[in-house]
Nanobody, 123 residues
Framework: QVQLVESGGDSVQAGGSLTLSCAVS????????MAWFRQAPGKEREGVAA???????SYADSVEGRFTISRDNAKNTLYLQMNSLNPQDTAMYYC?????????????????WGKGTQVTVSS
């Protein structure tokens, strides 16, 4: 059974930085596209950033220039470096995976989800 396990969520002050990680539990599952989604209280889950095995990336406009997605294919691990955090970034952050880059930031198209890690940004 494939599991995506997130870590790194924390409470930080506005302007701070955090790095999230997502480890894939089995080495036999190596999805072509992995992504980060987030869901703030009372809002729908939204795609934040996606990356393919060969490094192609896509970002939501709200995080472009502040967040950087990366992955270590050898470790089968996904990362999200978040800088210049603001209170609007407060949310549960989820790791996600699907076999293609197309629709990798579309919630309904995701094949596997992690359970999430909480990020709280205070002003």
């Amino acid at each position: 059974q494939v599991q995506l396990v997130e870590s790194g969520g924390d409470s930080v002050q506005a302007g701070g930085s955090l790095t999230l990680s997502c480890a894939v539990s089995t080495s036999t599952y190596r999805p072509y596209c992995m992504a980060w989604f987030r869901q703030a209280p009372g809002k729908e889950r939204e795609g934040v950033a996606a990356i393919t095995r060969d490094g192609m990336t896509s970002y939501a406009d709200s995080v472009e220039g502040r967040f950087t997605i990366s992955r270590d294919n050898a470790k089968n691990t996904l990362y999200l470096q978040m800088n210049s955090l603001n209170p609007q970034d407060t949310a549960m952050y989820y790791c996600a995976a699907r076999p293609s880059f197309a629709r990798c930031l579309i919630e309904d198209a995701i094949e596997h989800w992690g359970k999430g890690t909480q990020v709280t940004v205070s002003s």
